[in-house]
């Protein structure tokens, strides 16, 4: 059980349709109706929300919460509904009724405070002719409370049935995971003193410093100061299977938001960063900044497809646009704003960088493909894919992976996936391969 919603309807007069303002569940609705209607991400439904354009941070950070909560549980929950619909209702009314479902079943809010609540959402909403039903309703699930969920198979419910097919053997215990918030990582700069170190954490095999769900990252002591980043324990790994050393000339294609090019640039690598959208660039060059980097890193706005270097590199980081299903416990939106058809579309553009990355290099560079994806179009077949552009397979081995060798797989290759290490909090899914030029 993550930590509740509070009931803070009537905290700032009334609404538009008269009923109380609740800034954190009209957000909330903003943000699961962009995701479902317009298939929006939750980061982009919250900034565009029009009821987030006065809130506080608290009531952001609420709805926020509520919404990545309902996202996780959207399966269960409407199947928890299903029995008391005798028809489906348009989409804006069930989503006022997953978000009292949610907040019933998945959050610690009082149930009369959860009915109440989205019965007056449903009145701001325009939608009064319906909020009986949304009473009725969410009284009845009340009334039966956990004994909803009996019987439920609440993993493969909460995963659109294309990815878990697609999954295969790692659909359960992948699904099983989306279920649990994912907890914050960091990587620390190289060096940094014990002493100085975030508090409450714990170090990771790998070495990333991990700390409990929900922290916010500008309060930790030394975020100021650039003592660490913002890093998830899977994304750390392909920058440090590149190997990069002292000297060396590597390009971080895609680069933002910057985690992989400070951990090039820590090394000593002479690095040249590209990215694409004005926007990533200019938040990748405020984490170097922080960081003190900025001075290691040459920062290139342009399409990583075409830009070319002026001398041959040593190596090249690839972490490819991709569907990004590897980050559902970070953004359960994910789930369920792809469709199988955007792979196409997605794999065509990875191959494109692939085939750029093959040609900056020198005879026997390095490049290390990644994605931050479960799926095998964005994966193995994209190994595939490069082997045919004759770029030659530089396989893992279990000497670089002796700290989580369960992520290697026979091929050599680098899989993890949000069921490993469960018990300390589990990681997001990331396939990476390594390649030489011949």
């Avoid at 590209?274 to 920062?299: S, T, W, Y």
């Avoid at 469709?339 to 191959?351: F, N, S, V, W």
Wanted: with cysteine; aromatic share 4%.
């Amino acid at each position: 059980m993550i930590q509740g919603v509070p009931d803070r309807s009537g905290a700032r007069g009334r609404g538009p349709r008269g009923a109380a303002a609740d800034p954190t569940r009209d957000i909330a609705f903003d943000i699961v109706q962009g995701v479902l209607e317009h298939r929006r991400m939750l980061e982009t439904s919250l900034d565009q929300s029009a009821a987030a354009r006065d809130a506080d941070a608290r009531d952001r950070a609420a709805a926020h919460r509520l919404a990545a909560t309902v996202l996780r549980h959207m399966g269960t929950a409407g199947m928890v509904l299903e029995p008391f619909l005798k028809k489906e209702p348009p989409l804006p009314v069930r989503t006022v009724l997953l978000i009292g479902v949610a907040q019933i079943l998945f959050l610690d809010t009082p149930a009369h405070a959860a009915v109440g609540t989205a019965v007056s959402l449903a009145r701001r909403r325009g939608l009064v002719p319906f909020a009986g039903l949304v009473n009725a309703v969410l009284r009845r699930v009340a009334q039966a409370g956990a004994g909803a969920l009996e019987g439920l198979d609440q993993a493969r419910l909460d995963v659109p049935p294309w990815l878990w097919g697609a999954w295969g053997s790692l659909a359960r215990p992948v699904a099983e995971a989306l279920g649990q918030e994912a907890p914050l990582d960091l990587t620390l700069r190289p060096g940094l003193p014990e002493a100085e170190r975030p508090p409450g954490g714990v170090m990771l095999p790998t070495g990333t410093l991990r700390l409990p769900a929900g922290t916010r990252v500008a309060d930790l002591p030394g975020y100021a100061q650039g003592a660490f980043w913002v890093q998830d324990a899977a994304a750390a790994l392909p920058a440090r299977l590149l190997a990069p050393r002292a000297g060396e000339r590597i390009a971080d294609l895609c680069a933002a938001p910057g985690g992989k090019t400070a951990q090039l640039a820590v090394a000593g690598a002479e690095v040249t960063a590209i990215e694409r959208e004005p926007g990533r660039l200019a938040r990748l060059k405020e984490n170097l900044d922080r960081l003190g980097l900025a001075d290691r890193v040459q920062l290139v706005q342009g399409d990583a497809a075409t830009w070319r270097p002026d001398a041959p590199l040593d190596a090249v980081l690839l972490d490819a646009p991709c569907s990004a299903t590897g980050t559902a416990r970070r953004h359960p939106d994910v789930l369920w704003i792809k469709r199988p058809r955007d792979l196409t579309a997605l794999t065509e553009g990875q191959d494109r960088l692939l085939a750029a990355a093959r040609d900056m290099l020198r005879p026997g560079g390095r490049l290390v493909y990644a994605v931050c994806s479960l799926q095998p179009e964005e994966g193995p077949e994209r190994v595939r894919a490069a082997e045919a552009m004759g770029l030659e397979p530089d396989p893992f081995t279990a000497e670089e992976l002796a700290v989580l060798p369960e992520a290697l797989t026979k091929e050599g290759w680098l899989r993890t996936h949000p069921g490993l290490w469960t018990e300390q909090g589990g990681m997001d899914g990331f396939f990476a391969a390594r390649f030489r030029r011949r």
